[in-house]
């Protein structure tokens, strides 16, 4: 017994969480940090922490506890938005119930959360997530928060891959990826036209090691748009990226005036301003 609670890796908070759609009461389940099971590796261009398999606890996947999920009607949301969901909008939600349950049960059919999440349920929450903020008025910054639930939906499911490979864990990555970079270039294009407003976000990630703020939105959705945008339409793709290439340029002092800098945002955002030059078959010399 003693040797089974020293290897738990998540607990139940002692908080009771009310679900503001189905009022069904619960506790959310939190990830343990301590003794060794976080060993932080390598940060990606997409700015996902890697970490390291600990020899006492295995593999640990921080984003699979991030999502609060109702366990009865499935509604989620970040876990400061789900409390305040407004009640105007609660049917529209109760509504979608059994649609949402069967949309998730058929891309993850082992979901489950009334069980300890493990990669299958920690992509679903994301994926719920992702689906729910469809809800939520615009003072929340859905838009963003969606493309960040699908980008951790893409990470999760790039875990699942490895441990079950030829399951189309990988195709379904790259689809949720695609959609994460279709709506971050939205956010940012209603931020630009004043609809939607992204005061509603306190905490960018888009991991959950650092917060890397407005830049770091402004990056990622550059290099999604790289490495996942449309490119059926040559001429298209050349403005687009042309777009990004002038506004990592502008935001981090990119270019021929460029100076080294320190952190990895900055040196992300250099290899992300070569990279397109690449494409474009530009320089800068």
């Not at 910054?141 to 699908?150: D, I, N």
């Not at 770091?216 to 790289?226: E, F, I, T, V």
Request: aromatic content about 12%.
């Amino acid at each position: 017994m003693i040797e089974e609670r020293e290897l738990r890796v998540s607990f139940q908070s002692k908080e009771e969480i009310v679900c503001p759609v189905c009022e069904t009461v619960f506790h959310r389940e939190e990830l343990l940090t301590g003794s060794g099971r976080l060993i932080a590796g390598a940060l990606t261009d997409e700015l996902h922490r890697l970490y390291e398999p600990s020899a006492k606890y295995g593999d640990i996947y921080p984003l699979n506890y991030q999502a609060t999920v109702c366990p009865e009607c499935w509604f989620a949301s970040m876990d400061k938005d789900f409390p305040l969901f407004p009640p105007d909008l609660v049917k529209k939600v109760q509504a979608d119930r059994k649609k949402r349950m069967a949309d998730t049960r058929l891309i993850f059919p082992e979901a489950d959360f009334h069980e300890p999440r493990e990669l299958v349920s920690g992509a679903a929450s994301q994926y719920l997530t992702l689906r729910c903020y469809d809800f939520f008025p615009n003072e929340f910054s859905p838009t963003l928060k969606q493309g960040l639930a699908a980008l951790r939906a893409g990470w999760l499911l790039d875990e699942l891959d490895k441990k079950a490979a030829g399951q189309h864990y990988d195709w379904l990555a790259l689809l949720f990826k695609k959609k994460a970079q279709f709506l971050y270039s939205e956010a940012l294009r209603l931020e630009l036209a004043g609809k939607e407003s992204l005061s509603g976000i306190k905490f960018f990630g888009p991991d959950t090691d650092k917060n890397y703020s407005y830049e770091g939105a402004l990056y990622l959705s550059a290099l999604l748009d790289l490495k996942y945008g449309p490119s059926d339409n040559a001429a298209q793709r050349i403005f687009s990226l042309g777009e990004s290439k002038r506004t990592i340029a502008k935001i981090f002092g990119l270019g021929k005036s460029s100076k080294s800098k320190p952190g990895p945002l900055l040196e992300h955002a250099r290899n992300l301003y070569n990279n397109i030059n690449k494409e474009l078959n530009e320089t800068d010399d």
